[in-house]
C-alpha cells in the first residue's frame, strides 16, 4: 500500500514560486509513476504533470512548472514558476504501476492528502 504526503504549498504573490515535495512510502519507489493534479473550488481535478523515466507537463503550466523525482529519497517535486492566480488549487501528488504517465485521475490508485496553493493578484 502506497501512502503519499505531500508538503510545501503556500500563499505567494503572482510571479513567485514554489516548490511542492511528496514523499512515498509502502512500495519501491522507481516501480511508480507519479503525477501532479490540482483542483481549484469548483471545477475537476486535472493532470498538471507526471513522470516515469521523462517529464510530462500540460500544456496549462508548460515552460512555468517542471516536474522531477529523486527515487533515492522517495520524493517527487513540483517546481512552480511564474505563478498566476488562475493556479490556485489543492494540489495532489498521486501514484500508479510504471510505466505509462496517465493523465486521468482515475488511472491512479494512491493520493496524497493535498496541499493549498494560493497565488494573490
Known amino acids: 500500500q502506497v501512502q503519499l504526503v505531500e508538503s510545501g504549498g503556500g500563499l505567494v504573490q503572482a510571479g513567485g514560486s514554489l516548490r511542492l515535495s511528496c514523499a512515498a512510502s509502502?512500495?519501491?519507489?522507481?516501480?511508480?509513476?507519479m503525477g501532479w493534479f490540482r483542483q481549484a473550488p469548483g471545477k475537476e481535478r486535472e493532470f498538471v504533470a507526471g513522470?516515469?523515466?521523462?517529464?510530462h507537463i500540460s500544456d496549462s503550466v508548460k515552460g512555468r512548472f517542471t516536474v522531477s523525482r529523486d527515487n533515492a529519497k522517495n520524493t517527487v517535486y513540483l517546481q512552480m514558476s511564474s505563478l498566476r492566480p488562475e493556479d490556485t488549487a489543492v494540489y495532489y501528488c498521486?501514484?500508479?504501476?510504471?510505466?505509462?504517465?496517465?493523465?486521468?485521475?482515475?488511472?491512479?490508485?494512491?493520493w496524497g492528502q493535498g496541499t493549498q496553493v494560493t497565488v494573490s493578484s
Open positions: 498521486a501514484a500508479k504501476d510504471f510505466a505509462y504517465v496517465g493523465r486521468r485521475p482515475e488511472e491512479y490508485y494512491a
Open positions: 509502502g512500495r519501491t519507489f522507481s516501480s511508480l509513476v
Open positions: 513522470i516515469n523515466w521523462s517529464e
